[in-house]
Every structure is written in C-alpha cells, then in structure tokens.
C-alpha cells in the first residue's frame, strides 16, 4: 500500500519532505503552467517522490454536463492539454470528480444520462491517448446528485464500455451515501484507487487521527479483506505541518492494519496506479 498527500503545487515540496511516498495534485493548477514551469516542475518530480495521481479533471465548478445546451465536444481541448501536462509529470490516472459539474438540473435527468455517458467516453479515449486511466469517483450527496456509490458508478463504467474507466472508493463519501464497506469486495476489479480523511465533518475536512470520534478500522479492515493493494491518499485540508500529518496518518495505518498484513494483502499488480503493468480490465 502507498500512502500519498494531497496539496496544491506549492505544496509539493513539503509532501515530499513528509515521507509520503507519492503526492497526489490538482489537474487545473498543472494544466495552467507555462511550458518552462511544467519542465522544471517535472524536473523536481524526478528527484522526489512520483505524482501518480491527479484530481478535478475539469475546472468546472458549476452545472454543466446536463445544461440543455452542452457538447461533449467543447471539452475536447481542454482533456487534450490536462492530459497531455500530466502524463508529461508521470501521472497514470486522472479522477474526474467534480460533483457540481456533474449534478444533474432537474430529477429525470439521471433517467437521460447519455450526454453525460458520451462525455465519459470522449475523457477516457483523451486519457488512453496518454497512457492515462480515467478513474470516475461516487461522491456523496452533499457534494453531487449523480453517481453516489460504487455501484452506481460501476455501472456507469459498464454503459461507457471503454477499458481505462475504473472507480475508487473515498471514506468520505462512502458515509455520506450510507454505503456498505463491503461494497470494497464486490467492486475491487474496478478500485483503482482510495481517499480517506476524518468523514463526519463538513466542509471541513480534517486529517484522520486515532483520537477521533470515528471508528476506521471498518473500512480500513473492508480496505484489507477486500485484497486492495494500491493507492490510498489523504484527500484532507492542507494541513499546517506536513511532517506531523504524515506521522499522523502513518500512526493510524499501523495501528488498524499491522504493516505486514497491509503491505502483503492483495495482488499488488493489480489495482495500483504506481505499477508499471496497470492491469487494464478488459471487457468481454
């Protein structure tokens, strides 16, 4: 299992410097720099800890996918320069969560969701073109009104019919939708991928700690019993020392999951972005 820190480019370094063994980046930061600083920031990944992972695919921060007037068409550029900036800096799979983006007007719009599905289709061929998987993420209802569960997004994943789609499981929003941990087991073929944070406050997202009045050890034990062997950041607000949430973190892990079992359970071939062999699923 890698444990990775989620920041913005400023924090970069510090991630680093933590001990994480990846950092985990906002696509629209990346895909705003200048051709020299994308270099020497790719320069800096180089000699420090890979970026693996990117979230937000789109800067989109309202409504948009299920406006009367949009084109799948019109984001063509922008997944074009997004994905070409980030696998320039290593990174193999791009999150589209943008719960707003994605929120549906009115209520029969999840019944006519094929705009949408389209879309999906246009991110993952954009993604394949760069080596990159698309990873498609349930967010809870306080964050969007479509896709809410793996088992929502899954079939989604199955109407898009392209082989780089996968999903992932945040803690966060498994709560918030009331989902079932074991839900981990059923769709691990399709996890590429975790978040985890202290999941009872809003919108505050605090890093998780052994002191907290959450018990993790049922999703951290689902995480394990599942054979999930990939990815895990914390998706948490950045944190006023990095060294100390690292230590936090890493406290949490090996009190609930004993290294061993953590590091040893599952196929680590299988579901982790930081392989070299990603294991696309294939369909059929």
């Not at 969560?97 to 389209?118: C, M, P, W, Y």
């Not at 034990?221 to 230590?247: C, K, L, M, R, Y």
Request: aromatic share 8%; net charge negative.
């Amino acid at each position: 299992m890698k444990i990775g820190g989620f920041g913005h480019l400023s924090d970069y370094a510090q991630i680093a410097a933590a001990g994480y063994d990846y950092a985990e980046l906002d696509i629209p930061e990346i895909a705003a720099l200048e051709e020299p600083e994308l270099t020497a920031l790719q320069a800096q990944i180089a000699s420090k800890i890979p970026v693996p992972i990117a979230s937000r695919l789109l800067p989109a921060a309202e409504a948009l996918f299920f406006r009367p007037d949009f084109n799948p068409e019109s984001l063509a550029d922008c997944l074009k320069t997004s994905c070409r900036k980030t696998a320039q800096l290593g990174v193999r799979a791009v999150i589209l969560g943008n719960g707003k983006a994605r929120s549906t007007l009115h209520s029969e719009d999840a019944q006519h969701d094929e705009v949408f599905i389209e879309a999906l289709r246009l991110m993952a061929r954009t993604a394949a073109s760069y080596q990159q998987e698309l990873i498609l993420e349930p967010l809870g209802p306080r964050y969007s009104n479509y896709i809410n569960t793996l088992e929502q997004a899954v079939s989604v994943i199955e109407r898009a019919g392209e082989a780089n789609i996968f999903t992932m499981a945040d803690l966060r929003h498994m709560v918030g939708a009331g989902e079932d941990f074991a839900d981990l087991k059923i769709f691990l073929p399709y996890i590429h991928h975790l978040h985890i944070d202290y999941p009872l406050s809003f919108p505050e997202r605090r890093y998780p700690s052994l002191d907290d009045d959450y018990d993790y050890s049922g999703f951290l034990g689902a995480v394990s019993a599942a054979g999930f062997n990939g990815t895990i950041t914390v998706e948490a607000d950045v944190p006023a020392d990095w060294q100390a949430a690292h230590a936090q973190i890493t406290a949490l892990l090996e009190a609930l999951c004993p290294v061993k079992e953590w590091s040893e359970c599952g196929d680590p071939e299988s579901n982790s972005v930081l392989s070299e062999d990603r294991s696309i699923r294939q369909h059929g």
